[in-house]
């Protein structure tokens, strides 16, 4: 770091809630849109808020806050990407193995993809969401070495 | 270090911060911690959101929402500019 240290910006509650009712826009923009790719919208939304908190060193407290705010009780460390996923895309409409499919997609990429790279072009080119899943179970799942949790951490 | 931001929060971060100046006698806190509540408040109001950059520092930009409410600002007033002439 040059010179001065950079001022931080603490999240407050209220900016939690902002943050959270941004995303349930977007999930309802992808609910009303016809377009295959409207998925990506609403994934990068969750990628970019996520990968913002990890960076700053706080994702999975800043996602027990999301849980709490929204009124769900976990009983182990959340997986940030599931539980933002879970506080802000309508759960009649999003099953668990959907979710957790989704979530595993996220912290693929967000452990193999650089940083000026659409996240919509990195799943394709990375073969689409189903394949990034499964990339992410052999090369970060159970037993492996999870460097994207703890980088999430 | 200065906070990096995209222009419509800068705008709005150094009007804040110039009415502020105007407003203050005693001690005026420094640009970046005044600056660092403007964005914290706008965040609060859904109106700003922290991202990282390509450089992969955390930067800041206005959300969907107040782009959408700008635009819409913007074509009200072009179009009272039509009706006026």
Redesign the interface.
């Known amino acids: ?12 509650t ?2 939690v809630r ?2 959270l ?2 995303l349930e ?1 977007e999930w309802e923009m992808v609910q009303e849109s016809r377009d295959r790719d409207a998925i990506y919208g609403y994934l990068t939304t969750v990628f ?2 996520v ?2 908190w990890a ?2 060193g706080k994702a999975v407290k800043r996602a027990c806050r999301a849980l709490y705010l929204r009124r769900h009780h976990s009983e182990r460390e959340p997986k940030p990407f599931a539980a933002v996923i879970l506080c802000t895309a309508d759960r009649g409409k999003l099953d668990d193995r959907m979710r957790s499919k989704w979530s595993r997609v996220l912290r693929y990429a967000a452990e193999y993809k650089g ?2 790279e659409p996240l919509r072009d990195f799943i394709k080119r990375r073969g689409g969401i189903n394949k990034c899943a499964s990339r992410f179970a052999r090369r970060l799942g159970r037993g492996r070495p999870d460097r994207a949790a703890q980088r999430q951490a | ?1 200065p ?1 990096p931001m995209d222009k419509i929060l800068q705008e709005i971060a150094d009007q804040a911060y110039y009415a502020s100046s105007l407003r203050r006698n005693g001690v005026q806190p420094t640009r ?2 005044f ?2 509540e403007v ?2 408040e706008l ?4 109106d700003a ?8 520092r ?1 930067a800041w930009m206005a ?3 107040l782009r959408d409410y700008l635009q819409d600002l913007e074509l009200e007033a072009e179009e009272d500019l039509e009706d006026e002439f």
């Open positions: 770091m040059h010179g001065r240290e950079r001022t931080t910006i603490a999240l407050s209220e900016a902002a943050n009712l941004r826009t970019e808020l990968v913002c960076k700053e940083l000026d | 270090m906070i970046d911690v600056l660092a964005l914290g965040e609060a109001s859904g959101m922290r991202f990282v950059d390509a450089k992969g955390i959300t969907p929402r």
